[in-house]
């Protein structure tokens, strides 16, 4: 029998006995290839053992990997479960229940896969899940707590947010509510999955953002809880941890609004309510005066009150109101505005945390246009293709500007201004990124590396430019012709140059990667130059913000 014949017995038989749930060993069908093929046998078996398996607990049926995978030692098992996530087929969140035979706790309602834990709360944990019959498709799933399970005010509440979410999912800055469910007795919301990071988080990892990006999300923020008020929804606990910031390529970030746990309709019957005269609910550092005396008498006014502690905790990098206790809402409490904010926005924020919510704004448009009038000399936005991020030009005259956040050229005249960004590159010693300087003559120039200081020589012609990096010489041979040995800077593999005596300046290509080398002699030593590639980003025009 020939060996790919006896490949296919191999493997037939295999498949045969997972069939039939007889629990093969895997050592005993690779002792049956010769020790030449036997690597590739395994392999096969090992994803024809993951394919059974997979079907199984992916089909809702209670798995145990045990049996798919018995004689695999556990160091192989795990090496080819690292393989599975890098394709994306398996997640690190998976692999431990699976492992401990739970595999069917990552199927919620038969539709739904697990795939993560993104978030959790008091009453409910937030996983990343897929719709098994949407394909790779990524979803956000909030689903009641075990120990919950059996309160019945948590699950009232929860499938209360579950209706609220319902009837705002079309508005772009509220999460989208797409699904809902119960799951052997534990409901479940569905919901769009954000690309992104939170506001709290996003303070933490950045510190406090400027006036204008923080009045920008805010903003955008207020928009979505005007569309909730039109329908008489209060959110009640607006913080920036509720406020997610999703990042999508080539666009301004959008700013959704979601958890709307603690939400309750203005509207609706007494006794369809779940809060009751004297209950507190909410964060209390951007709580209200009066949601911390009586949280069932609350307006809208009361989230324009959080809002703008919210906008505060932007502004300042963290959150600067602590209350102690309820009898502190008797006492009125004077935010600490950043100096650096303008008069316009420090009248506009002491309005929006005013003690009494008399004195604050009477709806959320109305705090939509205070904000948007707070920087009418903005002109314009621009995303950095280089740090990919955003940032708000003004420009008085025309000529150019240095971009702040790459250090890029920006051209402004007649009205419009186009991005250049600055030029880099990766310096083979160090794995650095180093800035082009930007003025390198439109012929050869030879400068050193900012980085390790060895010599780049730079060819610019026209809208080319080549770059060329030193590369030590380790070893130098005579034949008739000189044998330059070197490590190539792309592959880390030896290989070598071959020239004339008299060919200083030589251009020919690398051995390993195929880029272009050039050979020079410098007081009688001998080199080698290797040519690297620059990070190149497209001239962009910058967005006129009307």
Not at 365 to 379: A, G, Y
Not at 416 to 438: G, I, M, N
């Amino acid at each position: 029998m020939s060996w790919p014949e006896q490949c296919d017995q191999i493997l037939s038989d295999f498949e045969d006995a997972l069939k039939r749930d007889s629990q093969p060993n895997h050592k005993d069908f690779i002792a049956q290839a010769p020790s030449t093929k036997q690597a590739k046998v395994r392999c096969e078996l090992l994803d024809m053992a993951w394919d059974r398996f997979s079907k199984q607990w992916r089909g809702g049926a209670e798995a145990r990997i045990g049996h798919y995978f018995i004689g695999v030692p556990n160091n192989r098992r795990d090496e080819f479960f690292r393989r599975l996530v890098s394709k994306g087929q398996l997640t690190d969140f998976q692999i431990p229940r699976i492992l401990a035979d739970n595999s069917h706790q990552l199927i919620v309602d038969q539709k739904y896969e697990i795939r993560d834990e993104i978030g959790s709360g008091g009453m409910a944990r937030i996983f990343k899940v897929r719709n098994r019959s949407l394909g790779d498709t990524d979803y956000a799933m909030k689903m009641i707590r075990d120990q919950e399970s059996a309160n019945k005010q948590t699950i009232d509440r929860f499938l209360q947010e579950a209706k609220l979410a319902a009837k705002l999912s079309k508005h772009p800055n509220i999460v989208t509510t797409t699904d809902a469910g119960k799951d052997e007795g534990k409901p479940y919301v569905v919901m769009e999955y954000i690309k992104g990071s939170d506001l709290y988080a996003v303070v933490k990892d950045r510190g406090a953002l400027s006036a204008k990006v923080a009045v920008d999300y805010t903003i955008q923020a207020a928009k979505g809880l005007s569309a909730a008020h039109k329908k008489n929804i209060i959110h009640r606990d607006v913080k920036p941890s509720n406020l997610m910031l999703e990042d999508i390529d080539d666009e301004a970030p959008i700013v959704k609004v979601c958890d709307l746990g603690l939400a309750f309709q203005s509207d609706a019957n007494e006794g369809d309510r779940l809060t009751r005269c004297g209950e507190v609910f909410g964060t209390p550092s951007y709580m209200s005066p009066e949601q911390i005396l009586d949280a069932s008498t609350v307006d809208c006014r009361t989230d324009i009150f959080s809002l703008g502690y919210t906008l505060l905790h932007l502004l300042n990098g963290q959150s600067i109101r602590k209350v102690e206790s309820t009898n502190n809402s008797n006492q009125p409490y004077k935010p600490e505005i950043p100096e650096s904010v303008p008069e316009q926005l420090k009248s506009t924020l002491a309005k929006m945390v005013s003690f009494s919510k008399e004195d604050r704004q009477e709806s959320m448009k109305q705090v939509i246009r205070e904000l948007e009038h707070c920087f009418d000399v903005v002109d314009f936005k621009m995303r950095c293709p280089v740090s990919r991020s955003h940032e708000t030009l003004e420009f008085e005259d025309e000529g150019e500007y240095i971009c702040d956040l790459c250090e890029g050229s920006i051209h402004y005249e007649n009205g419009a201004a186009t991005h250049v960004p600055a030029l880099r590159f990766k310096c083979p010693e160090t794995q650095d990124y180093e800035r082009v300087p930007s003025n390198v003559s439109d012929t050869e120039e030879v400068w050193p590396c900012p980085s390790c200081g060895e010599r780049v020589l730079v060819r610019r012609w026209k809208k080319y430019l080549d770059l060329y990096h030193f590369v030590p010489v380790d070893r130098i041979g005579f034949y008739g012709f000189r044998v330059l040995s070197f490590e190539c800077p792309r592959t880390f593999k030896k290989c070598r140059a071959e020239m004339q005596q008299n060919e200083v300046g030589d251009y020919q290509n690398c051995q390993e990667c195929d880029d272009e080398l050039v050979v020079f002699c410098d007081d009688g030593l001998w080199g080698v130059c290797h040519q690297i590639h620059y990070c190149e980003f497209p001239v962009q025009p910058i967005q006129r913000v009307e």
